[in-house]
């Protein structure tokens, strides 16, 4: 298991405001028993009781088996579905994620290219 990034990206949801009782966690180990779950509680100082929830799509994900999605759940109270309460705030934080991810990957390329020039 590779903590660094879960416990770095925590940190930035932290920084943003996003309480951990707001992420979801989710393990991609199916097993009844995993021994990856503990192992992420006790790399990420999480609680017992702090809720790891379990991929479960039908899949079998050996390859995966050690990984742990982290993402925030934002809820919108107007709302009387418990799904949809969640979809609309956490597809636009996604949505966020992956153009703040393009603006800076265009960025640092070009920062790069005005070093090479001097």
Known sequence: LHPEPAW???????SLGI??????????????RSRNVPQWRGLLNLSA?????????GKSHVKAK????????FTDDNKSDEAEQKA?????????MVMGAIVM???LSH????????
């Open 49 to 57: 009781s702090y809720p790891i929830v379990k991929l479960n799509d």
């Open 88 to 96: 609309k705030g956490s597809n636009a934080f996604r949505y966020l």
């Open 111 to 118: 920062t790069s290219q005005i070093k090479q020039v001097r």
């Open 66 to 73: 050690k990984w742990l999605a982290i993402m925030p759940v």
């Open 105 to 107: 990957q265009g960025f």
């Open 19 to 32: 309480k951990k009782s707001q992420m979801k966690m989710i393990a991609f180990d199916q097993a009844e």
């Open 8 to 14: 770095d990206f925590i940190q930035f949801l932290e």
